[in-house]
């Protein structure tokens, strides 16, 4: 059973730096396409940055564009969120999301194209 899983959340101060990563299992992931996305309370899911299966592209909310970036460690089974310069806001949940489709630009921005999420870890934006 293909499953995901996120670590690295917590507190982070306004205008600092937080790590996350997501571990897959149950199979290779070395061609699936991973995301990240974030959810509010209350709001819908929201993309933050999505790298593809090679890990040659990356795609990023203009939100997050020049602090986020995201990476791929294939034999690791790992995609990476490096987030610096974080912005101030409310409690917010990071969820990484994978698919094994063949995607087009519009795909990666889209939460129904992932198949697998994993539960979220929660950020929480100090000022």
């Known amino acids: 059973q293909v499953q995901v899983a996120e670590f690295g959340g917590g507190l982070v101060q306004t205008g600092g730096s937080l790590n996350l990563s997501c571990v897959g299992t149950g199979r290779s992931f070395r061609t699936y396409t991973m995301a990240w996305f974030r959810r509010a309370p209350g709001k819908e899911y929201e993309f933050v940055a999505a790298i593809s299966w090679s890990g040659q592209n990356q795609y990023y909310a203009d939100s997050v564009k020049g602090r986020f970036t995201i990476s791929k460690d294939t034999d690791k089974d790992t995609v990476y969120l490096q987030m610096t310069d974080v912005r101030p806001g409310v409690t917010t949940v990071y969820y990484c999301?994978?698919?094994?489709?063949?995607?087009?630009?519009?795909?990666?921005?889209?939460?129904?194209?992932?198949?697998?999420w994993g539960q979220g870890t929660q950020v929480t934006v100090s000022a």
């Open positions: 999301a994978s698919t094994d489709r063949t995607c087009v630009m519009s795909d990666y921005v889209s939460s129904e194209t992932y198949a697998y």
